[in-house]
C-alpha cells in the first residue's frame, strides 16, 4: 500500500478555502488544482509499505495519536515549492504541530520504514504546475487569505491509489485514524 500520515482540516476551513480560491482557478487553469476533498496536512510520507509493516505502524500510530492533543489550527497566507507547487500555510499550534510530525516520523522509522528527512514545514498543497507555469501570480492572489480557525482531533493513516481519481489523479482513502487524546 502507499500511505501517508495526515491530519484534515474542517469543512469550514475547506469551504472557505474553496471559495477563496475560486477566481484564482479560473485564472490559472494551467494548474492541477487538487480536489478539496483530497486536502490534507502531510505530517509523513511513507510510500509503498507492505502490510506486515502496517500493522507495526498501527500501532506505534496509535500510541503517537493518544499521547498528543489535539491541536487549533488556520489556513492563511500561499507560497510556492520553486514552480511547481502552490500552498497556503498552517498557522496556530504549528509548535505543537511539529512535535506531532517528529513523533509520527519518529513512530514510521521505529517501524522500519524510510521516512524523508528534512525539516517539516507546515503547509496545504492548493495545485501543482506543469513545467514552465509561473506560480507568483497566484502566491500574491491568495497572500492575505486569513482563514478561521478549526480544531484537529484526529490522526490518519491514509491510503494513496495513484491514477485512481477523477482525471486520473490519485484517490485517498483513509486506512485508519485515532483521536489525538494528549493533553
Known sequence: MRL??????SAAAV???WTASEALRAEQPGL???????WHLTLAFLGEVADVATADLAQRLGRVAARHPPLV???????????????IRVRGDTDRLRCLAASVRASA???????????YRPHLTLARARDGADLQ????????FEGRAWT????????????????????????????????
Open 109 to 119: 522509522r521505529r517501524a522500519r520504514l524510510s521516512v524523508e528527512d528534512r525539516p
Open 152 to 183: 484537529v482531533d484526529e490522526l490518519h493513516l491514509v491510503c494513496s491509489h495513484l491514477g485512481a481519481g477523477p482525471g486520473g489523479t490519485a484517490r485517498h482513502e483513509t486506512y485508519v485514524s485515532w483521536p489525538l487524546r494528549g493533553r
Open 4 to 9: 501517508f500520515v495526515a491530519l484534515t482540516p
Open 137 to 144: 501570480p497566484a502566491v500574491a492572489a491568495l497572500g492575505e
Open 32 to 38: 492541477r488544482w487538487a480536489l478539496p476533498d483530497q
Open 73 to 87: 489550527l488556520s489556513l492563511g497566507g500561499a507560497g510556492r515549492f520553486g514552480n511547481r507547487v502552490l500552498w
Open 15 to 17: 469551504t472557505e478555502l
